[in-house]
């Protein structure tokens, strides 16, 4: 007997892991292999109810079977049981019910001029949005011109309130435009004067974002913004 785990599969289904980068977890792992739950066979769904989109991002075929992506992270364990350790922090769930899509919300974002990278976070227990922003240098210049602040360098004017609050008001304004919700659009930002590469270990070689890297090495800003 044990407890915390959610048990082996039904003799109807397989289940997989495959590794999922941006979060650190492999099925090379030890001692535990880790990684994204795929449960496949006869008992999985053609699909979401009219939503192609969706449906082509969690569901696919292979050699015959359908496969689903359940977004949960696990571990298996020797006895073949696995236990649930994480989930794909792209949907987060703010405090009023809202659902916020991180991954969405950043793709709108970063076609905003003074957005060089972003990397938006929710807390559940909050009912907005934070946003750590690296911004464009040559557009931070131009606020930092209009602003008479520049004689600052770059990294003085990433920690500077004005820039900051400025840089806040373009990309609200940017959200706005793009058709966002009012709860998926960041009420604080952090501007953050490091380039996030691979070898920072917050991207992955494909420069997608790693979440969990990202919050950690970030945490007291994130919590400084959700105090503000």
Request: proline residues 5%; hydrophobic residues 30%.
């Amino acid at each position: 007997m044990s407890t915390g785990r959610a048990g082996a599969p039904t003799t109807v289904c397989d289940i997989r892991l495959v590794d999922w980068d941006e979060g650190n977890y492999r099925v090379c792992d030890k001692p535990f292999p880790r990684g994204e739950i795929l449960i496949g066979g006869s008992n999985i769904s053609p699909g979401y109810y009219k939503n192609p989109t969706k449906t082509k991002e969690d569901f696919f075929d292979e050699e015959g079977k359908r496969w689903f992506r359940t977004g949960d992270i696990g571990e298996l364990h020797q006895d073949g049981v696995i236990r649930i350790i994480d989930r794909k922090k792209d949907l987060v769930k703010l405090q009023a019910g809202e659902y916020v899509s991180l991954g969405k919300v950043e793709a709108e974002l970063k076609t905003c001029p003074v957005i060089e990278n972003i990397c938006v976070y929710g807390d559940s227990r909050k009912d907005y949005t934070v946003a750590l922003v690296v911004p464009n240098p040559s557009r931070l210049k131009e606020i930092a011109e209009k602003l008479n602040l520049d004689s600052l360098t770059f990294q003085q004017l990433c920690t500077h309130p004005e820039i900051e609050k400025q840089v806040l008001v373009e990309l609200q304004e940017h959200g706005k435009k793009s058709n966002l919700e009012r709860f998926e659009i960041p009420n604080a930002v952090k501007l953050c004067s490091e380039v996030w590469s691979p070898d920072m270990g917050l991207v992955t070689a494909a420069f997608k974002l790693k979440r969990k890297d990202i919050q950690e090495r970030y945490q007291h800003e994130i919590n400084r913004m959700y105090a503000s």
